[in-house]
């Protein structure tokens, strides 16, 4: 903690020294490291950074909300709040392939974050970015491009700032810790940018989409009180019905899939053997809670051959 607080004093320092009176562009998805550049940035530089939330419409359940709360009214962080749930999802009506989905989500994500950014352009000349350690050195060894940077119009000149490239995860989360972040946002597990666009399989339907975040919520909810440490736990939910009896009447509605994986790597993953009373209380929850499912499954597959995201 207290190296933790060296580093916050030092970067503070640092960042001010760079940034001078002018202005900075974050985009803050709600992820443990834009959540700790963000704070780390209010901190060295208050209402210069301006932090812009792109609300896709495939948040999970409390996410842009707890966002808001955080930066906006406890951090008192120059927040702009984007809600493009109506675009995302007009634009991915039909869409049934998982790659065009991702490409359509991606594609988007940059216009609107583009917009947002000429609104304030002018005044802005630096780019904050949560670049961890690890990024740039799987960009180095060419396992993967390095995606912070990636994408941005040319035309915008932006210096970066980043501010914790040097430091692997569980420091970012030390750092987090330190300035004050809730454990939930800095405990948060790995969330995919396409959201739940990609565990809503094939075309997304609202209803649909509104399932899965309630029954994703349980999953998490239950998981999280139960006290149990995996890498990642949610739900899925497919786009075929299946058949049940709700009150003495045929039902015909989705079914929905827990995944829990935990790997060390990413490249496998094992599956958590989960208490069978924890997995029957899911179960009841959702069938009892979410309206338009009436069945739960529990997915045995290690990665490979499953991959941690059905899409
Ligand atoms: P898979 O499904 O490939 O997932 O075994 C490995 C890890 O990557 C995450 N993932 C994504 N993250 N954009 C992201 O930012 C994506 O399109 C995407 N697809 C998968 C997944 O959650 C897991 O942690």
Redesign the pocket.
């Known amino acids: 903690p207290e190296l933790a607080q060296a580093f916050i004093d030092e970067q503070a320092a640092a960042v001010r020294e760079q940034i001078g009176d002018k202005k900075v562009l974050l985009a803050l998805s709600g992820g443990v490291d834009s959540s700790v550049v963000a704070a780390l940035l209010i901190k060295a530089i208050g209402k210069q950074l301006i932090c812009v939330h792109v609300n896709h419409g495939l948040m999970r359940k409390g996410e842009s909300e707890q966002v808001i709360d955080v930066f906006k009214n406890q951090l008192d962080a120059n927040l702009v709040y984007v809600d493009a749930t109506d675009r995302f999802l007009g634009k991915l009506v039909d869409v049934e392939e998982p790659e065009a989905k991702?490409k359509i989500i991606?594609a988007e994500f940059i216009r609107v974050f583009e917009e947002e950014a000429r609104k304030v352009g002018n005044e802005v000349s630096f780019l904050a970015q949560g670049t961890i350690y690890p990024d740039i050195l799987e960009s180095q060894d060419g396992v993967k491009a390095h995606?912070n940077v990636g994408g941005l119009p040319d035309d915008l000149q932006f210096e970066l700032c980043e501010p914790v490239k040097l430091l692997y995860k569980d420091e970012v989360r030390v750092v987090g810790r330190k300035l004050g972040l809730p454990e939930s946002m800095v405990e948060r597990q790995?969330?995919?940018?396409?959201g739940l666009g990609?565990r809503c399989l094939g075309a997304i339907t609202r209803d649909r989409l509104e399932a899965l975040r309630e029954a994703d919520a349980i999953v998490r909810e239950e998981i999280d009180n139960a006290g149990l440490t995996i890498?990642?736990y949610f739900a899925v939910v497919p786009d075929f019905r299946a058949t049940g009896v709700r009150e003495g009447k045929r039902a015909y509605d989705w079914p929905c899939i827990i995944r829990c994986i935990n790997?060390v790597d990413?490249m496998t993953?094992e599956v958590p053997e989960l208490d069978w009373a924890l997995l029957k209380r899911i179960t009841a929850r959702i069938t009892a809670e979410v309206p338009r499912i009436c069945r739960v499954c529990y997915d045995l597959t290690p990665?490979p051959v499953?991959?941690?995201?059905?899409?």
């Not at 790995?190 to 396409?194: E, V, Y």
């Not at 499953?306 to 899409?311: K, L, M």
């Open positions: 991702r991606g995606h790995p969330f995919p940018g396409p990609v890498w990642q790997t990413v993953a990665k499953g991959t941690v995201e059905w899409e």
